[in-house]
């Protein structure tokens, strides 16, 4: 993300407005259509490109809004909270634009962000294995140098953007041996050619119409000057380095299922009446949706206050830690309480709120799981507050 941004907040609001517009236009009537038939939504990938979300946060001088991470984080909750799965297509791409930015030489700036700024060119993260998800440095992905290039083998799973997309910031062994071992991991940015092998597209409960995929990598070679950073044995600090706003912006997508889950069960017991009156006036759905608000309204100030430290460039590990677990939890509160107000018909396609309910969960996996940021979160705690 940008240092400078000559946004003001009048500017700001005038995005917030446009994607505002942009997603109840075009996105809720399309949403579960799209995620009924699992089919991938290229039209609003076209619209993205259009409003910039493909470079909301990357710097002006690289072509791209260079928003701050509390605006950013405002346009994924309002895009979550009609359909979560499209904020995957330009969340994953903007944490390997930050990463490139954050890391990258300035060749690498250069050649890369213009082009994933408009979205010529989107990306995603090459991190999860069969074998390594929380617990990365046990990735067996190996690359291996061959003169001016890497030769890649291994294999990826849960990889978002990985089908339509163009190419990838791939985590890797570049020395095996390397003890401690995440010092011998870095990362290569990888785009498509011979030996990149989409091997499966994943069927999923929720999150659907976005490709997650499964892949392999095959003599796979990759440019020596694709080396972020150009230097190896960097990769997992590069990796980590990214989490605070990852976790932002997860927290941002839970947020927005839960805002939305709320929205439907507020005009959803206004309408439906029981013994002669609306539900939202018996005191058990009462109880039900001031539960949902409060939870909403307490993920919404984690969430800016941990947005606001990032865009100071303070430490926010903290902060984005209690979020995100704040944020997704909020999400599956949320979206199971309006499973209840909405009762037998919760069950049918027909409505909206089972794919909240479906999509929830995957928050609380994501970007840490919420049992590991518990215990990140409570380290935090105890280390700001030695006795």
Not at 148 to 156: E, H, L, P, Q
Request: include cysteine.
């Amino acid at each position: 993300m940008s240092d400078t941004t000559s946004w003001d907040e009048q500017d700001e609001q005038a995005i917030l407005d446009a994607v505002s517009a942009w997603v109840e236009k075009e996105v809720r009537p399309i949403a579960r259509r799209h995620d009924q038939a699992d089919t991938y939504p290229h039209e609003l990938v076209e619209q993205m490109k259009e409003l910039g979300l493909f470079g909301a946060t990357i710097g002006q001088e690289y072509g791209g809004l260079g928003l701050s991470a509390r605006t950013y984080a405002r346009i994924v909750i309002k895009v979550a909270s009609v359909w979560m799965a499209p904020s995957g297509i330009f969340n994953s791409h903007l944490i390997m634009a930050s990463a490139i930015e954050r890391c990258g030489t300035e060749a690498q700036k250069r050649h890369w962000l213009p082009k994933m700024a408009t979205g010529e060119f989107r990306g995603g993260i090459g991190l999860t294995e069969p074998n390594a998800g929380t617990d990365l440095q046990a990735i067996r992905t190996v690359a291996r140098r061959d003169g001016d290039s890497y030769i890649v083998n291994g294999a990826k799973t849960w990889i978002t953007n990985s089908m339509h997309g163009h190419g990838l910031l791939l985590l890797v062994k570049t020395d095996p041996q390397a003890e401690p071992r995440h010092r011998g991991m870095s990362m290569l940015l990888a785009e498509k050619g011979d030996g990149f092998v989409v091997a499966n597209k994943m069927s999923k409960l929720g999150y659907r119409a976005i490709d997650t995929c499964e892949l392999v990598f095959e003599d796979y070679r990759v440019p020596a000057d694709c080396l972020l950073g150009g230097e190896e044995g960097k990769g997992f600090l590069q990796a980590v380095g990214g989490l605070e706003l990852g976790r932002i912006n997860v927290a941002s997508r839970g947020c927005g299922i839960a805002a939305g889950a709320l929205e439907l069960a507020l005009r959803y017991a206004q309408e439906r009446e029981t013994f002669g009156k609306p539900i939202a006036q018996h005191q058990a759905i009462q109880l039900k949706l001031a539960d949902m608000a409060t939870r909403v309204e307490g993920a919404r100030l984690l969430i800016e206050q941990a947005a606001r430290k990032y865009d100071a460039h303070e430490r926010c590990d903290l902060e984005a830690s209690m979020a995100k677990l704040a944020g997704s939890e909020a999400g599956v509160f949320c979206a199971s309480e309006a499973m209840r107000i909405f009762g037998g018909y919760s069950y049918s396609t027909e409505y909206e709120i089972e794919r909240y309910y479906r999509d929830a969960m995957l928050m609380c996996i994501g970007e840490g799981t919420n049992e590991v940021l518990r215990t990140v979160i409570a380290k935090q705690l105890v280390e700001r507050n030695r006795i």
